[in-house]
């Protein structure tokens, strides 16, 4: 991912314990696009506030994030088919929270180079961005189906099952399904993933 929230739209409801605890892992991971690690296929973006709204005197990563994304749009507009400017192109508008941008981006990189699980991710965490949650699970379905033991498409697909569609049971087995691939994985905190499924369940079973 080399990529989560960069935090915007800390969409989760916000849920008494145990589940805070999710959230609080959601806000800081997935939001941030990060969920074991890094997915973006570019070096790690900082993190940057919003473009709009304030001078750019107080936000000088805005000014500078605008200026790249001014440079990197003349760059596809006269070379169109430079797959790797479009993905760029597309991070820079995902860590500028500008999702629809950011699909676009991506699915342009993914029609010239299609396939790139990393590159299909990204556009899921957009789709949840923009409550699109349905398109997100594609998103990430796509990103499975190219590349079966990625890890981050299967743990963002969770959290949309679990905090967007409402679907507890299909979010563990997405878990779990990385537990195959990797018994030690762990969550943005650097929790084990393990863990994180066991508080899932034992929240469900207090509630029911």
């Known amino acids: 991912m080399k990529k989560e929230d960069k935090t915007q739209k800390p ?19 997935f939001l941030t696009g990060v969920a074991f690690t890094v ?3 570019d070096p790690p973006a900082s993190q940057t506030a919003s473009s709009g709204g304030e001078s750019d005197h107080n936000h ?15 760059e596809v507009t ?4 430079n797959h790797q400017a479009w993905t760029r192109l597309g991070h820079l508008y995902y860590d500028s929270q500008q999702p629809q941008k950011a699909i676009g981006a991506y699915t342009k990189s993914l029609e010239l180079m299609p396939g790139d699980a990393n590159v299909l991710t990204d556009p899921g965490v957009m789709y949840r961005r ?3 949650p349905q398109k997100a699970i594609e998103a990430f ?3 499975i189906a190219s590349d079966s ?10 959290i949309v099952l679990l905090f967007d569609l409402n679907q507890p049971d299909e979010a563990l087995a997405s878990w779990e399904e990385i537990l195959v691939i990797n018994p030690d994985a762990t969550t943005a905190d650097g929790s084990p993933l393990r863990e994180f499924i066991e508080k899932v369940k034992a929240d469900r079973n207090t509630q029911n």
């Open 11 to 29: 969409p989760t409801t916000q849920r008494k314990n145990p589940i805070v605890l999710y959230v609080i892992i959601f806000i800081v991971g």
């Open 39 to 41: 997915y973006k296929s």
């Open 60 to 74: 000088p990563e805005d000014n500078e994030t605008a200026k790249a994304i001014l440079s990197l749009e003349a």
């Open 78 to 81: 006269k070379d169109p088919e």
């Open 130 to 132: 923009s409550n699109q």
């Open 141 to 143: 379905d796509q990103a």
């Open 149 to 158: 033991s990625h890890q981050p498409a299967r743990f963002n697909k969770g």
